[in-house]
């Protein structure tokens, strides 16, 4: 019969040399009962926006700037109730990245006289992405 030995302070069940790191806290009131784990992947969808001049741009302030702050990856992000108790959270980004879409540009509110001196702008999704000028021609 297999001596299994429970280190409190460490929460890790040993067990003829093979340990299993866990977070539940076992009681004399738990004796009989099975520990269990199950991994669970997720999707995580990130869609963000930037302004920028150009795609190029655009690009690489999402590179430089945007996707997920790994340390924020942390057990907060779960459920744990019942007795259910988080041993990993992780994110791997897996390289399926769109590409990057244009949602228009930031133009003078064409519904006001006085936008200019205002300094009221809008997002014009029907505005040219490239805006072609004397001196670009």
Do not use: C
């Not at 459920?79 to 990245?97: S, Y």
């Not at 930031?106 to 205002?118: G, Q, R, Y």
């Amino acid at each position: 019969m297999e001596h299994t030995r429970r280190n409190v302070d460490t929460r890790t069940a040993e067990s003829d040399g093979l340990m299993t790191k866990t977070k539940l806290y076992t009681r004399y009131d738990d004796l009989g009962k099975n520990a269990y784990r199950k991994r669970t992947y997720y999707t995580l969808l990130v869609e963000q926006d930037v302004l920028a001049k150009d795609q190029d741009e655009a690009d690489e302030l999402f590179r430089d700037g945007g996707g997920v702050n790994y340390d924020k990856i942390t057990s907060d992000l779960l459920l744990e109730d019942k007795g259910v108790e988080t041993v990993i959270v992780d994110a791997t980004w897996t390289g399926d990245t769109g590409k990057t879409e244009y949602l228009g540009k930031v133009v003078l509110n064409p519904d006001n006289d006085h936008a200019e001196e205002d300094g009221d702008v809008v997002l014009d999704a029907y505005a040219d992405e490239i805006n072609l000028t004397k001196e670009m021609v």
